[in-house]
């Protein structure tokens, strides 16, 4: 393979541990051999067996088989909903819609991030209506109750008033599972969801070898179209 990269032609030649590098400068004519640069080897991925059955029409237009996809696999599986970069600081923010369900992704003081539903523990009043932002506290619109980044209720009026005593440092906003892997924030609405590491499998060792976590987002767009996800994805493999 050759490729041009800041004033030198580039000569890769793959080898079985190795990738090694001759650089060929056009300015002096000198052949350089650049530093070896160790690979990674993984596994290769399992083969797939195609089944060959037909899929009826309905699984497309049909309401009642969107709903036990819903139930049945989004609900359970390892879903990539943000980019880490998007909240560098403690407090930012990110809010995504899956679904029905509205997901917070929240930076934390130790710099990781967590993941939680968009909802009120007091009324189920969503706590923001913003695609991201920063906050000292989710104060939700309805009654005042306020909750920290990490999800725990820090003030509620009239807090001594309830039978059951005052809710701060008691209550927390509902937590989804979440992890970061390759510059991206992953959750999972099942609680008893394996790790995303497990989930992934060769995905996993594969996309190590890249630095993907360095990678900045440059643009981004959304579309909302009224049909199943299967078709989009399927019209996306075709091209």
């Known amino acids: 393979m050759i490729f041009y990269a800041s004033g030198h032609l580039m000569h890769i030649r793959p080898g079985p541990k190795v990738v090694a590098v001759i650089a060929f400068c056009l300015k002096t004519g000198d052949i ?69 369900e509205s997901i917070l992704m929240v930076r934390q003081k130790d710099g990781g991030v967590k993941a939680f539903y968009n909802v009120c523990q007091h009324r189920g009043n969503p706590l923001v209506d913003e695609a991201k932002g920063t906050v000292k506290r989710f104060v939700c619109k309805y009654h005042s109750w306020a909750f920290m980044p990490d999800g725990e209720l820090n003030f509620a009026p009239d807090s001594d008033d309830f039978a059951e005593g005052n809710p701060c440092g008691k209550v927390n906003l509902e937590e989804l599972a979440c992890e970061t892997f390759a510059g991206f924030v992953w959750v999972n609405m099942d609680k008893d969801c394996v790790s995303l590491k497990e989930y992934l499998g060769p995905i996993w060792e594969d996309w190590t070898r890249y630095d993907i976590g360095s990678w900045k987002r440059t643009n981004a767009k959304q579309q909302n179209l009224p049909c199943n996800w299967k078709v989009v994805l399927d019209n996306f493999n075709e091209s």
């Open 32 to 100: 350089v051999m650049a530093e070896a640069i160790p690979t990674v080897e993984i596994d290769t991925w399992p083969e797939q067996t195609l089944r060959g059955h037909r899929i009826p029409g309905d699984r497309y237009t049909s309401s009642e088989f969107a709903q036990k996809e819903w139930e049945g696999m989004w609900t359970k599986v390892w879903l990539l909903l943000g980019r880490e970069s998007e909240i560098p600081n403690h407090g930012d923010w990110q809010r995504e819609e899956v679904g029905p």
